[in-house]
């Protein structure tokens, strides 16, 4: 799969340090037990494009998972609520 150059240098941007957004939004799902994008944006004051390519990342990495749940954001439309896998 190719990747932009941009798109490696904004997520290198952000993924830098000793707490990572990554680490961030892994937290978050875990300490909410359930969590949408839209509320991880508003609690990191964090950029949709941000927050959603890591939770994508960590979907992919296996560490996060559809809950199978929703939940209304700002839009009125329904949104994913995100939890780690293996949480119960």
């Known amino acids: 799969m190719l ?5 490696r240098d904004a997520y290198d941007s952000v993924n830098r340090g ?3 957004m990554k ?8 300490d909410f037990e359930v969590l949408s994008c839209e509320e991880a944006e508003i609690i990191l004051n ?5 927050i959603s390519a890591t939770i994508r ?8 998972e559809d ?8 839009s ?13």
């Open 3 to 7: 990747i932009q150059k941009t798109s």
């Open 57 to 64: 990342h960590l979907v992919l990495k296996g560490l996060v």
């Open 46 to 50: 964090g950029k949709h494009q941000s």
């Open 67 to 74: 809950s199978g749940g929703t939940t209304e954001n700002t």
């Open 18 to 20: 000793d707490w990572s």
């Open 23 to 30: 680490d961030k939004v892994y937290d978050l799902i875990r």
């Open 76 to 88: 009125g439309r329904q949104a994913i609520l995100w939890k780690i896998v293996g949480d119960e």
